[in-house]
């Protein structure tokens, strides 16, 4: 068990933490940080200095009534179904892969992949915002034709981890899928 610091493609720190439950078995987990209070905070008075300047120009109580209501609602969604705490990695090498996402809310959405229809782990990269970003991808077979590929399965989406750690991450998954 280690822990390191990272980076994602925007520069922010992320932290890989990985466990070496035996030779077949290793688990990653990429931590984003939590919540900025400062950021909620600059959102939530600009929304309401906003809504006050209306209310102030119309003398209409909704505005501000919706305004609260609005950036209320906008944080319970961001927080349950944007903001990712953590993803994680699991791969077993008789088993398969087993993909989760957890998000600030404590909702967690898991993904499970079977070892036989599993035809590598790659490194890929694309194109993101004027700039050549690195990601994480399972290859995933067809089943009518195990040499081709029917879908590729990106690994951590949300965190967006730079290529160091990704290179980390694919050298363990490959000494796994070697043994299996």
Not at 28 to 41: C, N
Not at 125 to 132: G, K, L
Not at 148 to 164: D, G, I, T, W, Y
Not at 165 to 175: F, N
Request: hydrophobic residues 45%.
């Amino acid at each position: 068990m280690a822990d390191d610091e990272f980076t994602d493609i925007h520069g922010k720190p992320l932290s890989l933490e990985y466990r070496f439950h035996s030779s077949f078995c290793r688990e990653f987990i990429v931590s984003a940080p939590k919540v900025s209070l400062l950021k909620v905070m600059v959102y939530t008075c600009t929304v309401w200095l906003f809504a006050y300047a209306v209310f102030f120009v119309t003398e209409n109580t909704a505005v501000l009534s919706a305004a609260i209501l609005v950036t209320l609602v906008g944080m319970m969604l961001h927080i349950h179904f944007i903001k990712i705490d953590h993803e994680t990695l699991l791969i077993i090498g008789s088993l398969g892969i087993q993909v989760s996402a957890s998000y600030a809310s404590g909702r967690e959405s898991t993904t499970f992949i079977e070892m036989s229809r599993i035809k590598d782990i790659v490194i890929n990269e694309a194109i993101y915002m004027q700039r050549v970003i690195y990601y994480l991808c399972i290859l995933v077979k067809e089943p009518a034709n195990p040499d081709s590929v029917s879908n590729v399965v990106p690994l951590f989406q949300s965190s967006k981890p730079r290529l160091n750690c990704l290179i980390k991450v694919y050298r363990s998954c490959q000494e796994i899928l070697g043994q299996s």
